[in-house]
Nanobody
Framework: QVRLVESGGGLVQPGGSLRLSCATS????????MSWYRRLPGKERSLVAS????????TYADSVKGRFTISRDNTKNTAYLQMTSLKPEDTAVYYC???????????WGQGTQVTVSS
């Protein structure tokens, strides 16, 4: 069965760093565009970053550009989100998503809480 399991969330101080991981199984990871989304308190889910299946082309939301880095390891079927210079407004539940390159098929993880507070 398809599984996407996020980990690495937690409490961090403003200005700190955190790395999220998305371990996947049950689908051909290398055929999927991987993305991180987040749901800010009281708001709808929005895109944070995406990475192409080849691991070269990336996109970022303006709010995180220069601070967050998305990456993937196709040998481990795992995607990552390295977050630096964290701000209180980054506090959210972060979700991992895989989208099939050639069809309308996508999978979502359960999410992991990131709280930025002193």
């Amino acid at each position: 069965q398809v599984r996407l399991v996020e980990s690495g969330g937690g409490l961090v101080q403003p200005g700190g760093s955190l790395r999220l991981s998305c371990a996947t199984s049950g689908f051909t990871f290398s055929d999927y565009i991987m993305s991180w989304y987040r749901r800010l308190p009281g708001k709808e889910r929005s895109l944070v970053a995406s990475i192409h299946s080849n691991g070269v082309v990336t996109t970022y939301a303006d709010s995180v550009k220069g601070r967050f880095t998305i990456s993937r390891d196709n040998t481990k079927n795992t995607a990552y989100l390295q977050m630096t210079s964290l701000k209180p407004e980054d506090t959210a539940v972060y979700y991992c998503k895989g989208r099939y390159r050639w069809g309308p098929l996508e999978y979502w993880g359960q999410g992991t809480q990131v709280t930025v507070s002193s």
